[in-house]
């Protein structure tokens, strides 16, 4: 061939994106290769692959015994509608292009201008098996018997389907080689949708010639289409979902719907009845009556969005009808369920969690910004409005869009473009399954260019500019999924602030009432209230309300996904009232998603961080993400505890000292709370931290104190505070007391009596000081523990604890003393008292075998007396069975019997105390393993109990939301508080079983 460079001149193979080595031969054989035929190679470089229909045609061409080929040559040369159809379905489609050669006949089905219509494809499908009508059925049921049974009939209908779909998709494809009409999205997913019909009702056919042979059919049975095929919005290759309805429900009525069911998927597509009341379980017929049975005492939210989209298919239509008339009205109830919002939280987690990694970025259907994400959103809108608006009960999602657009619950231009969005993700994902006739919903890899030019042609993508189809294809790709990203913004928020600010945003008319409906789905108990506090922050004067109504709907988006709505919309009005007009707050919340999101999880979960947050602004700042990662955890606990020391030193007297110390440990608790409940930090390191904060507080306070009082004179005594419990052993929670003993020593030259009465004024102002009532969470200083209780002083000499340790000491103080450890004050008199302790906490020999019954007799007694009034003891998680002190007194059981002999358990901390234990095998590895899980179990629930509610709590719970909230601060899906509750106590059982085997040991 040869070529002037005009366009009349025959092109060369290459001009025509022809790139195999065999195309110059290949339009030889053809004949193609004269100027004659220029129209006609340059429609074939216009189909979605050039090679891959030249190699067709050449195999049309070369078909043994076929003389077809003249004809077929003729018609393409004179016919430009036969052209493109043939030209693109074979460039367009592997599968269809071997169906076309290896059936004779097939390619005829494309020179008819005119589609069949639904009626034709389904006499097409019953011709080819034989099928007339049954007896006594009337013209409105699609009851047919079939001549052709077995593996014959299943041949002759994989033939007749395979040939349907071949002329709908050449007609679909033929607008990307010649200038036809193009074939819409929801015309040809209902024309798809009509051709399941079609093979069903030829399939069931076949089932009841099967099982019923020639005997009258005394049965009615009716298929029911759901999900895609339902609305009518069918993709080329799909699951079709069916339920069946019979009268009666029985043996030879089931026999039949699984022999269609079978019959269908062999010969056309999965036929699935898994959305049948019970799924796979449930029976696979029921009657009416048992399905409207079903649906009123036991269907989830689930089942009533997939009734959404039931409609009468086949079989005894009148009995189809009667199913969806009867069923349809419970839809539109379901929004009122009170288990509506964490079940559609829950469904939506589940879709998300289907997609591996590796394709979450290339999943049209399940990715984020795909399919999925506008047709779950839209269903949810029906479902919230189509209980008070008819016009809303409509099947398909382009439908729903319109009906959602026009009755003003979206606006005009948002559902244009989203159906715009939809649209074209779905014309994609019926390309890539035509390609193969394979169901997929994964595009090409984005570096995988012929597979991405390929789909661009597919899809009547064209070049534009410096831009080829494929770089435009992943432009519009990345342009239609960040929409969709934003679709429950879009659809659920927006409007929600368009109607409260009576903006017209394309004829918008989302009333008070819907906006409140609207609210009421996505979680709020009081949408009356959400929606006055959505109306005064949009209403804010000037920038800053301008910048609320720009970030508010992805704000509202976040929050609608935390345990607790109301509680976090109240504490997002709150914040930003109280931060008023302050730049970088809105700035960051506008520029940084992170931070945003972050910030509305904690606010919609938490009612400690809020609180604190109110004070301590700044934290917030840290819930952006940094060079090395979260900023929360870039901080060292140990650089703050050194900052709040020198700060509290600066202070000009004690008063102020002590607020500069509130301000930097509510500072430090708002960031290891926030860190903790957005999973940054484990269990030990909250622990750790939160001790560390605690014992600064107590260093600086006693130093200033200290200070204070000397006014520069020298001091008569040292003094150190031994912090005992969870603060002596690093493990201090939420709502832990800071319980702690004061020791002194006088310095040489001192008068003992007068440097003791000095010690005791201190330590009596620091507590004072710190247990002053404020808005922060408590700085109670708790000296319980000391000898002789209550009844004790305050402070005692070094000598003084070591005459009573001595003498006195009784079990229960032995015990408490296994966690003493210096937090403040002189370290070297810590030391000293640390050194003297440890010949009463570990005595050579171990403690003696009476002092080990008295820990078991008052062991016993806190489980009989001290549990509270109607506290369960099952999820109790202080005392409770297998609860925190369960675990530590058997760990502190183990250190008095034996930590003479093992130096390892000379340790305050109840972990590493435990690790001690499984490496000098004094207790089995696996039985610590469980005490260890236990442990950690308790203290992260507790910690969560504190978090949710704002105050110190150790009961659980029961089933409902106030589970959820704190089910979701330990880090678990909202949706699995049931299984955090049955997981908490299966652990704490367990751990019961080893407590009690340690302590009768």
């Known amino acids: ?333 379901a929004s009122e369920r009170d288990d509506f919002v964490p079940e559609v939280q829950a469904m939506r987690r589940r879709v998300e969690s289907l997609i591996p990694d590796e394709h979450k970025a290339r999943n049209l259907k399940l990715g984020r910004g795909g399919l999925r994400d506008v047709e779950f959103a839209v269903q949810l809108l029906q479902m919230v409005h189509g209980r008070v608006d008819a016009s809303l009960r409509v099947q398909s999602t382009v439908d729903a ?72 294809l992943r432009r519009d790709l990345r342009k239609q999924i960040t929409r969709v990203r934003q679709l429950h913004e879009k659809l659920f928020y927006r409007p929600l602030l368009d109607a409260v600010a009576r903006q017209d945003k394309g004829l918008l008319r989302l009333t008070d009432d819907s906006a409140k409906r609207q609210l009421a789905a996505l979680g709020y108990a009081m949408p009356d209230r959400a929606l006055a506090h959505i109306r005064a922050l949009a209403s804010t004067p000037g920038r800053t309300g301008a910048i609320q109504s720009m970030i508010l709907p992805g704000l509202l988006e976040h929050i609608s996904d935390t345990p607790d709505p109301d509680a976090g919309l109240l504490n997002y009005r709150k914040l930003s009232e109280q931060m008023g007009t302050t730049a970088w707050y809105l700035r960051l919340l506008r520029d940084d998603g992170v931070v945003a999101e972050r910030l509305m999880r904690v606010l919609g979960t938490s009612e400690y961080i809020a609180d604190l947050l109110m004070r301590s602004p700044d934290v917030i700042s840290l819930y952006s993400t940094g060079a090395t990662g979260p900023k929360l955890i870039e901080v060292d606990s140990a650089d703050v505890a050194k900052g709040l020391r020198a700060s509290m030193r600066r202070a000009p007297d004690l008063t102020r000292a002590i607020a500069v110390a509130r301000s930097h440990r509510r500072a430090e608790l708002a960031r290891i709370a926030s860190a903790d409940i957005l999973g940054l930090m484990t269990v030990q390191q909250v622990c750790r931290a939160l001790s560390t904060v605690w014992a600064a507080v107590l260093d600086a306070a006693l ?62 102002q620091v507590r004072t000081m710190l247990g002053t009532p404020s808005a922060d969470p408590p700085l109670e200083v708790d000296i319980g523990l000391r000898p002789e209780g209550r009844n004790g002083p305050v402070v005692r000499t070094l000598a003084s604890y070591a005459a009573y340790y001595d003498q006195w000491a009784q079990a229960w103080e032995v015990q408490a003393l296994l966690r003493a450890h210096t937090v403040a004050g002189d370290a070297d008199l810590g030391l000293s008292f640390l050194h003297m302790i440890d010949r009463t906490r570990y005595p050579a020999g171990g403690v003696s075998p009476d002092a080990v019954r008295e820990i078991r007799r008052i062991k016993a007694r806190v489980d009989s007396e001290r549990l509270p009034r109607g506290a369960d003891p099952a999820t109790h998680t202080k005392l409770g069975r297998g609860g925190l002190a369960d675990v530590e007194w058997t760990v502190q059981l183990t250190q008095l019997r034996y930590a003479h002999e093992y130096p390892s358990l000379h340790n305050t901390s109840t972990l590493e105390t435990l690790d001690a234990i499984a490496a000098a095998e004094l207790v089995p590895v696996d039985e610590v393993e469980i005490l260890t899980e236990a442990w950690l179990t308790a203290t992260k629930a507790r910690n969560a109990l504190v978090l949710v509610r704002g105050k110190p709590v150790d009961q659980l719970p029961s089933p409902g939301r106030q589970l959820r909230a704190v089910a979701y601060a330990a880090g678990w899906p909202q949706d699995e508080a049931s299984e955090f509750l049955e997981h908490y106590m299966r652990v704490t059982r367990r751990a019961k079983a080893v407590v009690l085997e340690v302590f009768g040991s």
């Open 401 to 472: 869009l319109d009906a959602l657009t026009t009755a003003g619950y979206i606006g005009r231009d948002d559902g244009a473009n989203f159906s715009a969005s939809y649209q074209f993700l779905r014309l994609l994902e019926h390309r890539i399954q035509l390609q193969r006739l394979s169901r997929t919903h994964l595009l090409p890899e984005p570096d995988d260019e012929p597979a991405m030019r390929w789909l661009a042609r597919a899809a009547h993508i064209r070049p534009e500019g410096s831009r080829d189809a494929a770089a435009v």
């Open 703 to 764: 130093e200033k104190v200290i200070e204070e009082s000397l006014q520069g004179a020298p001091a008569p005594a040292r003094l150190a505070v031994i912090g005992m419990g969870r603060l002596g052993g690093g493990e201090l929670g939420y709502g832990s007391d800071a319980d702690v003993m004061f020791v002194c020593d006088p310095v040489d030259g001192a008068d003992e009596a007068d440097a003791v009465k000095w010690a005791q004024k201190v330590c009596e």
């Open 1 to 333: 061939m040869t070529s002037t460079g005009g366009r009349s001149a025959v092109p060369s193979p290459g001009r025509l994106g022809l790139l195999d080595d065999t195309a110059r031969a290949d339009l030889a054989t053809l004949g193609w290769s004269s100027a004659a035929t220029v129209d006609l190679l340059w429609a074939l470089s216009r189909a979605p692959d050039a090679d891959l229909a030249l190699r067709a045609l050449v195999r049309l061409h070369d078909r043994e015994g076929s003389g077809d080929w003249p004809q077929i040559d003729a018609l393409l040369r004179s016919s430009k509608a036969f052209r493109g159809r043939l030209l693109s379905v074979l460039g367009g489609s592997d599968a269809l292009a071997d169906h076309v050669v290896a059936e004779p006949d097939a390619w005829r089905l494309l020179v008819d201008d005119e589609m069949p219509s639904a009626e034709q494809s389904r006499s097409a499908l019953l011709d080819s098996i034989g099928a007339v009508r049954v007896d006594g059925t009337s013209d409105d049921d699609l009851l047919f018997r079939a001549a052709i049974t077995g593996p014959d009939a299943v041949a002759a209908l994989r033939k007749s389907y395979r040939d349907q779909v071949l002329i709908l998709a050449a007609h679909d494809l033929a607008a990307t080689v010649e200038n036809e009409e193009v074939l819409y999205l929801p015309e040809v997913g209902g024309r798809l949708a009509d051709l399941a019909d079609a093979a069903l009702t030829a399939a069931l056919a076949v089932a009841i010639a099967e099982v019923a042979g020639d005997s009258p059919l005394d049965i009615r049975l009716a298929v029911v289409a759901m999900g895609k095929c339902g609305a009518r919005e069918l993709n080329y290759v799909s699951d079709v979902d069916v339920v069946f309805v019979a009268e009666p429900a029985d043996g030879t009525s089931a026999r039949i719907a699984g022999e269609m069911m079978r019959i269908g998927s062999q010969a056309f597509f999965d036929v699935d009845a898994g959305l049948r009341p019970e799924g796979k379980s449930g029976a696979l017929t029921r009657t009416l009556e048992s399905h409207v049975a079903y649906y009123r005492r036991w269907a989830k939210t689930w089942e009533f969005q997939a009734l959404l989209k039931a409609r009468p298919m086949t079989g005894d239509m009148a009995l189809g009808r009667d199913y969806v008339a009867a069923t349809s009205p419970m839809v539109w109830d």
